[in-house]
């Protein structure tokens, strides 16, 4: 029997496409452009926007006699043994392949945004504190160990990272960011891509664009960002993660920009990411996007029509389950109303993809690798564990409390110290997925900040209250709390946020605030604590910064954590203890006030303090800030001036030694400072990083390869430009904290960038003798 051409792996995999688009009729091609939810609930409270009423009806052994593009989250819905899951996937494939006349199986896509969002896979720590670490070839193992579990259960998409940039704390969804800096979510962004890649996984950029600059912090309110904002701000990470990442699949935002909605934007999804960036793989729509440019948006009059704007714009992919892309959009080709090109398009796309993952030979096999599955090995956990001991972000030690005595008296006080939950993010699978199934165990091992300290330090008398809830204004707690501090030499104040969705906790989607105090009455209770006259040390479980000026100057310590993961409970115990050194850095800036400043280091002149307002928004702690427990000295620096044109390069070294008498690591950071532009352009803003570890006495000299691009902007006429003229580049510990300068001048005419522009300045790091 002669094979088809598009079952010949010899053949291009376009050919291939090609010959099986051409035996394809309407129905199976438009079965390509769609995942069906398996198990998702239609009533109660979801976890996704509007589920409950946009979730549509089909019969399953129907629907796929004509195939099928996608199955979705079929770890993600429910707790299922991972084993088991497997091979409940394996059966789903080969049902769909055996009910099509092609025999091609759907891609499976998972969530993975902090680690498999699967019933016993290992919790890591959120983006947010990927950020804080300053590391990307660490991020990049983690993602790389996050592919690997993807693929031992058969799933073939991730739908991570992701990409926004914070501009507004008050948003629910920051605990999922990477930061408030385009260069530190696109670096840390790239290498998650580089790791999910390398496993095989389809890595998905979320969510395109502009997501995070929702008015008023509301999720999935309009966003009312200019072009330049938008260019400089929103769009440079994707850019990277895509050039310099890989990335086979990007995730159309919910939200609209100046009335035009990103799901119905062909300017967004065709003419920038794929004519002017080239991108070539899938665009899937955000779960339910398509169906909200009807119900949300009302941009469309019907589901056909609101098929029609996203297929015209470019998604090729409707997620999570069949809605716009099935009947309506069938019914509206026959009818002349959609041109059948449309379909060619992204069927296209979608069964290239499927070839490059081999969903289209021969001997495609749905069958897991083993049948002994373990989601949450020892080295995940180990990985972990190094993950968030490094995220972790001294704010303030001023006096040397800590590293805590280790016979102390310590009382732990407060409602994260003693729940696992506080670890996790919204996106874990106990926090996302278990409170709808409270019989369940979380199926991973979490201790707490209690149980953890208690291991770290045996020696010490630790007890414990825990004074309030994080939501329940009830103070009743507050005198037991108070008696255990002033019975002990140190307090321990565990406060923070309760991941959730859509109001069903502190922080994560659809949790946003209306400003930056701590939630319920924590507050209070540590004024209360704080009045004992006991040191206080404040411990934040978080997942985005809160105001912490009422407390300035009265605190004996502040550490941050945001959502550490399963193994944050010992990170945060190490570093109290000293076993380890923190060596975080703040991927936001921490409010001094908590109200109507929602703010971001990235600011021009007059978004900085100043006489023309009483309000000064200046953080209490900068972006890039975080202490060590021992000291470095930042040496033999080449600054001065020099003269390069508007396309040369120019290097700045500096020695950094550790001068203290622990190993520890410094993150050196470089920022740029444009004294005159012509357009307003941020005071200072990062242009490059390099983490160094360093044992005591130990010394390296670290070059960072500046190149004239990395100046660029885009200019009044909508051009990115580098132009001639003075620039600053300043060698700091945090955006407010520069220890040198190098002036440098371009020369030359004013000149225009493409995509083949210079993102990322390059490190070097030497160690001496």
Not at 38 to 48: C, L, P, S
Not at 583 to 595: A, C, T
Not at 663 to 678: F, I, K, M, R
Request: with cysteine; charged share 20%.
């Amino acid at each position: 029997m002669t094979t088809a051409p598009w079952r010949d792996p010899a053949l291009p995999a376009a050919d291939r496409v090609d010959d099986l688009l051409s035996r394809m009729t309407l129905q199976e091609k438009t079965a390509q452009l769609y995942g069906v939810w398996v198990g998702a609930e239609t009533d109660g409270e979801g976890v996704a926007p509007h589920q409950h009423d946009m979730n549509a009806d089909y019969d399953w052994n129907e629907l796929i006699t004509h195939g099928l593009g996608q199955l979705t989250r079929s770890f993600g819905t429910a707790p299922v043994d991972p084993a088991l899951g497997a091979q409940a996937l394996a059966r789903a494939q080969r049902r769909i392949a055996a009910a099509g006349r092609f025999g091609i199986p759907a891609v499976a896509h998972e969530e993975c945004l902090a680690g498999f969002t699967a019933w016993q896979a290992t919790a890591y720590p959120v983006p947010l504190a990927w950020g804080a670490t300053f590391d990307p070839p660490l991020v990049e193992e983690m993602a790389r160990r996050i592919g690997e579990d993807l693929r031992s259960v058969g799933v073939h998409q991730g739908l991570a990272p992701v990409l926004d940039v914070v501009r507004d704390p008050r948003w629910g969804r920051v605990e999922e960011t990477i930061g408030e800096d385009p260069y530190l979510a696109g670096t840390i962004g790239t290498a998650y891509v580089r790791g999910l890649e390398s496993a095989g996984v389809v890595a998905t950029l979320k969510h395109f664009a502009g997501y995070a600059s929702s008015a008023g912090a509301r999720n999935l309110a309009p966003v009312r960002a200019g072009v330049r904002e938008l260019a400089d701000v929103t769009l440079p990470p994707f850019e990277m993660a895509l050039r310099e990442g890989g990335a086979r699949s990007v995730m159309a935002a919910y939200n609209e920009t100046d009335g035009v909605p990103a799901s119905a934007d062909p300017a967004l999804l065709t003419e920038l990411l794929r004519e002017q960036w080239g991108f070539t793989g899938t665009v899937v729509a955000d779960y339910f996007g398509i169906g909200f440019l009807e119900t949300l948006h009302r941009v469309a009059g019907s589901p056909a029509e609101a098929a029609h704007a996203a297929l015209a714009a470019g998604i090729d992919v409707e997620l999570p389950t069949l809605n716009c892309y099935g009947k309506p959009l069938v019914e509206a080709v026959r009818a002349g109303e959609v041109p059948e090109e449309l379909v060619d398009r992204a069927a296209r796309r979608v069964l290239l993809q499927k070839c490059e993952l081999g969903l289209l030979d021969e001997d495609w096999s749905p069958e897991p690798a083993t049948a002994r599955i373990d989601l949450d090995s020892p080295a995940n956990r180990a990985l972990a564990r190094r993950v968030a001991e490094e995220s972790v972000v001294l704010l303030d030690n001023p006096d040397g409390i800590l590293p805590l005595p280790p016979d102390a008296r310590i009382a732990v006080v407060g409602p994260r110290a003693a729940d696992a939950l506080a670890m996790l993010g919204c996106y874990s699978f106990p926090s996302h997925v278990l409170t709808h199934h409270p019989e369940v165990p979380t199926g991973v091992e979490i201790p707490t900040v209690l149980e953890a300290l208690r291991a770290e330090l045996p020696d010490a008398k630790v007890t414990f209250a825990q004074g309030c809830d994080v939501l329940d204004p009830d103070p009743a707690g507050f005198e037991e709390a108070v008696t255990r501090a002033s019975e002990a030499d140190v307090c321990l104040a565990v406060l923070g946020d309760r991941a959730g969705l859509f109001g069903r906790g502190t922080s994560g989607e659809g949790c946003d605030v209306t400003d930056l105090r701590l939630p319920g009455v924590q507050a209070d209770l540590l004024d209360a604590l704080v009045a004992t006259g006991v040191p206080v040390v404040l411990v934040l479980l978080t997942g985005r910064p809160y105001a912490l000026g009422r407390w300035d100057g009265r605190l004996a310590a502040v550490v941050q954590a945001f959502f550490p993961g399963e193994e944050g409970g010992p990170a945060v115990a190490g570093v109290l203890s000293g076993r380890v050194n923190p060596s975080g850095r703040l991927p936001v800036s921490v409010p001094r006030e908590p109200g109507g400043q929602p703010w971001t280091y990235l600011q021009p002149p007059l978004g900085l303090a100043g006489e023309v307002s009483n309000l000064d928004p200046t953080p209490l702690y900068a972006f890039g800030h975080g202490r060590s427990y021992t000291s470095f000295a930042w040496e033999s620096v080449d600054s001065g001036e020099s003269e390069i044109s508007t396309d040369g390069s120019y290097d700045v070294s500096l020695t950094v030694r550790n001068t203290g008498e622990r190993a520890g690591a410094e993150v050196v950071q470089l920022y740029l400072h444009d004294p005159v532009a012509s357009v307003t352009r941020p005071d200072v803003r990062l242009i490059g990083y390099q983490r160094v570890e360093l044992a005591p006495g130990e010394a390296s000299r670290v070059t960072f390869g500046f190149h004239a691009d990395l100046s660029s902007f885009t200019d009044r006429s909508g051009r990115r430009v580098v132009e001639p003229g003075l620039l600053e580049l300043r060698l700091a510990a945090s955006s407010a904290d520069t220890r040198h300068t190098a002036r440098l001048e371009l020369t030359g005419p004013v000149r225009e960038l493409g995509a083949d522009r210079q993102l990322r300045c390059e490190t070097e790091v030497r160690t001496l003798s």
